[in-house]
């Protein structure tokens, strides 16, 4: 089964700072890759993907992501924090065996935005 | 555009009472799962399903059981209810193969159990 990994379940930046949140991930195939966004009270939220084709890719509230194979990872970035980016992100791996896709996810890391 | 919808978004059960976690898609998508979140622990798979009739466990299936009877329809049965079933409970879905890779997410059930 994969696994994924979220280094640091809390992440504090200032208004305007460089968001950086961090996915490390375990695969034995290629892997399909996503970042969810959970806002309190709410359900998860596709905030970008990566399947095939582009390293770099970017998604909704100007947030982009590079998947970088010989790291095995797929970090998220914003290089502009705004006070509404504060939620849960998640960073998630799927596995197209055959044509099912089973989602794996990692524990989250919460964003707080200061002031 | 509904998307996923789920009911209720709110309950408290006492323990040993069952209950039916509804949930439905209107976007004709095969796959669908059912997912708890707890605290610091992301998302844990309970069932998941690839069409009608079609069902079988994830990592956590344990007090739980469901059905999938129409394309729409997948329902989250909870026998017995136990304090370690309080929890967040999302149901989802996919349709691998038409474009969309990703999963589709409700808003979530939150179940207390006392």
């Known amino acids: 089964a994969q696994s994924v990994t979220q280094l640091g379940s809390h992440v504090s930046v200032s208004e305007g700072a460089l968001v950086l949140l961090r996915c490390n991930y375990s695969s034995s195939v290629p892997p399909y890759l996503f970042w969810y966004v959970q806002y309190p009270n709410q359900g998860l939220q596709l905030l970008l993907k990566?399947?095939?084709?582009?390293?770099l890719v970017k998604g909704i509230n100007g947030f982009e992501a590079e998947f970088k194979k010989s790291e095995t990872s797929f970090h998220l970035t914003k290089p502009s924090a705004h006070m509404s980016d504060a939620a849960e992100y998640f960073c998630?791996?799927?596995?197209?065996?055959?044509?099912?896709?089973?989602?794996?996810f990692g524990s989250g890391t919460k964003l707080n935005v200061k002031p | 555009n509904a998307g996923v919808t789920q009911t209720p978004k709110f309950r408290i059960l006492k323990i040993g009472q069952s209950m039916t976690l509804q949930c439905t898609q209107d976007m004709n998508h095969n796959y669908m799962y059912w997912y708890r979140q707890d605290p610091g622990m992301g998302l844990k798979l309970i069932y998941y399903?690839?069409?009608?009739?079609?069902?079988d466990k994830g990592e956590v299936p344990n007090g739980y059981n469901v059905s999938r009877s129409t394309t729409e329809d997948f329902p989250l049965r909870l026998e017995l209810a136990a304090p370690s079933q309080t929890s967040v409970y999302f149901c989802a879905s996919s349709r691998p193969g038409q474009g969309h890779t990703e999963a589709f997410f409700g808003q979530g059930t939150r179940l207390t159990v006392v």
């Open positions: 990566y399947t095939t084709g582009a390293t």
């Open positions: 399903s690839v069409g009608a009739g079609i069902t």
């Open positions: 998630a791996v799927s596995e197209p065996i055959y044509n099912f896709n089973k989602f794996y």
